[in-house]
Structure formats: structure tokens, C-alpha cells
């Protein structure tokens, strides 16, 4: 129902109880039967604050563009998602009213889900146009928030690390095992950096950035040589071995999975010219299909040098476009063929 139908409906019935409460009050004070009307009274004056209070929240809700239901579905929302930020994943379930629910595309009343996002007041205030927040924001706040965040780094140092490849170098060994907890959640970006120099740690492990610090040598490391010991040890003799690429998935059986060249091609490219570009490698190379260039994304760490850019599949969704997947935000989108995007060729054994 629009708007206008729920305004004319609700006045329906506003004005329906308010006559029924009129005639009620009328009968009671010139009929005998008492106790019987006041009860029904009762019942018509809940009934008529009810619809007042609908009446209220719609015409708020034209005032402000939020949905009439808005107070409780953001509360909801908040329950559903663990009362965590987003973006700095602090837990505000002790303070609830400073997480705020964001819409994405800033249109209030649309609440599909993945136009939702649960930010803190400090996370929220730093979206585009959002600056007015700020002036709301007094010191206890932002106390209460940066304490959330430093306590998930202090829990992180402290917890060590289960080293369980060989690393050569000892002071990686000894930042490994130290912090490793910690630095595996930075370049997760499953907490927020805090500081210039874990800023510059993320963009090495999310944007691919050179590692210079000992810290961003010592992760790096630790990634290859995880990334070795992924590779299957024992792959049974057979005509299909890796061919130099990084290995990054492996079937059940360990014999057979998928590798990828260490590089992208050196130029974008239209969809038609990325099939030629990747099956140029050599025998059994392509362009990853829309699952196998997921695969891809997931172990985009380990496999390496990609731009946070989109990367073409050869799944075609059409005759004028197909698949391809941001490297920034992990999703899957459509692009028409002609486009230039980036290419990273594929084989499987
Ligand atoms: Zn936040
Ligand atoms: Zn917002």
C-alpha cells in the first residue's frame, strides 16, 4: 500500500473509534447498564490510540524518509547482526544507540539487507555527507569506541600463535609466534588498523603493496610458506601436473586442483582478447569460470599481485556480456564485453 492509501485508511478507522467512542460515552451517561459499557470504552480507547499512534509514525516517516516501523526494525537489525560495526567490529551490545544502521545507497526506507550496514557513531560519522554526526559525538563516546578497539588488539598480542610451518629468519619466528594472532587479524581486516604503520601493513596484505616494515616482512613470509605446504606434496604420477603456476586450490583427492599464473596480464583487456590472452599460456591455461575465479578471490593473499580491480570469467551471461569479480569487494557482477578489465589466467590439473 502507498502512502496515500495508508493516510486514507487510517483516518477511516480513526474517525470509525472516535464515533463509537462519542456514542458509548453518550449511552453511558443516560443509559443504567454501567460496568458494561465502561469496559467496552476501554476497549475503543485502546483501539483509537493505537491507530493514532500508526497515523503519527507515518507522517514521521514522510518527514523523514524513514520506513514507519523504522525504531524497531533497526533494533532488530542490530539483534540479528551480533550489535557488531561493520567496518571496525567492535561489539556495542553494552551501548546500544551508538551503533546506527547505514543505508548504502542513502535511501532511507530501502532495507533490503545488503543495503544495510550496522556502523558505530565514529565509523558512521566518517561515510560521505555525514559529517553533521560528528558534532554529536562528546569525548565519552569516542572514549568508549577507542577503548572497544584497542582492547581487540591487546586480546590479539596476547594470545600467541600456532606456528606451524618452518620459517627460517629468526626474528620473523619470534614476530610470528608473538603476534601472529594479531597480524593474520590485520590483514584479514577482521579489525581495524589503528595507527600509520598498521595502515601500511593492511594495504601490503589487501592492496598489494611492497612489504618494508619487519612486521610486513615476517607476515609475508609466514603466507609463502603456508602457501608451499598447501601445495600437494604427493601428487600421484598422472599427465596433469602443475605447470610453474601457484597452486591455490586442491581437490579431496590431493591429486588434482587448480593453479594460477603469479601475475596478471600486463594490459586490460576486452572479454574476447582475455580468452586469447590466457589460453596463450600454453596447453589446458584459461580464463577462470565464475566458480573457479571465486576459488581465486578467496586465495588472493597467497597466490598474489592482484589490483583491486575487476577481473574478467569466462562465464558468459549473454551474447553481449559476462561474469566478472571485483578483487576490492570480493562480489559478482556482470559487464558488458566490450569493457576493459583485468585478466589472470588459470589451469587446471
Ligand atoms: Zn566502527
Ligand atoms: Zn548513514
Not at 493514532?52 to 539483534?79: A, C, D, H, V
Not at 610451518?165 to 629468526?170: D, Q
Not at 593453479?259 to 586469447?276: F, I, Y
Request: with cysteine; glycine share 6%.
Amino acid at each position: 500500500m502507498d502512502n496515500s492509501r495508508c493516510f486514507e485508511w487510517l483516518y477511516g478507522e480513526e474517525e470509525k473509534y472516535q464515533e463509537e467512542l462519542d456514542g458509548l460515552i453518550y449511552l453511558r451517561e443516560s443509559e443504567a447498564d454501567y460496568e458494561h459499557y465502561e469496559e467496552k470504552i476501554r476497549f475503543t480507547q485502546e483501539q483509537l490510540v493505537g491507530v493514532k499512534q500508526s497515523i503519527l509514525r507515518l507522517e514521521n516517516s514522510e518527514k523523514t524518509g524513514y520506513s514507519p516501523n523504522w525504531k524497531t526494525f533497526s533494533r532488530l537489525t542490530r539483534i540479528e547482526r551480533g550489535w557488531k560495526c561493520d567496518r571496525c567490529k567492535i561489539n556495542l551490545s553494552d551501548y546500544g544507540e551508538l551503533l546506527h544502521i547505514h543505508h548504502k545507497n542513502r535511501i532511507r526506507n530501502d532495507n533490503k539487507g545488503n543495503n544495510l550496514e550496522t556502523l558505530c557513531i565514529l565509523c558512521h560519522a566518517q561515510c560521505d555527507g555525514h559529517n553533521h554526526i560528528m558534532i554529536g559525538i562528546d569525548d565519552e563516546v569516542v572514549r568508549v569506541i577507542v577503548s572497544k578497539r584497542q582492547s581487540m588488539h591487546k586480546e590479539l598480542i596476547n594470545k600467541g600463535f600456532d606456528l606451524d610451518v618452518f620459517i627460517e629468519n629468526k626474528e620473523h619466528d619470534h614476530i610470528l609466534r608473538k603476534y601472529g594472532l594479531w597480524l593474520q587479524a590485520l590483514a584479514n581486516g577482521d579489525i581495524l588498523p589503528l595507527t600509520e604503520s598498521q595502515n601500511h601493513f593492511v594495504s601490503v596484505f589487501q592492496k598489494g603493496v611492497k612489504p618494508e616494515t619487519t612486521y610486513e616482512n615476517a607476515w609475508q613470509s609466514y603466507l609463502h610458506q603456508i602457501s608451499n605446504k598447501a601445495r600437494p606434496t604427493q601428487i600421484i604420477p598422472c599427465d596433469s601436473l602443475p605447470d610453474n603456476g601457484i597452486v591455490f586450490h586442491v581437490d579431496a583427492s590431493g591429486k588434482h586442483g587448480l593453479e594460477a599464473q603469479s601475475a596478471d596480464e600486463s594490459s586490460v583487456a576486452t572479454w574476447d582478447q582475455a580468452k586469447q590472452l590466457a589460453e596463450a599460456h600454453g596447453q589446458d591455461w584459461h580464463l577462470p569460470s565464475k566458480d573457479e575465479l571465486t576459488l581465486l578471490y578467496e586465495q588472493r593473499i597467497v597466490v598474489g599481485g592482484f589490483t583491486d580491480s575487476l577481473y574478467w570469467s569466462s562465464t558468459e551471461t549473454s551474447n553481449r556480456d559476462a561474469g566478472c569479480q571485483s578483487f576490492l569487494s570480493g562480489h559478482q557482477v556482470v559487464s558488458f564485453k566490450f569493457n576493459l578489465l583485468r585478466v589472470r589466467a588459470i589451469r587446471a590439473f
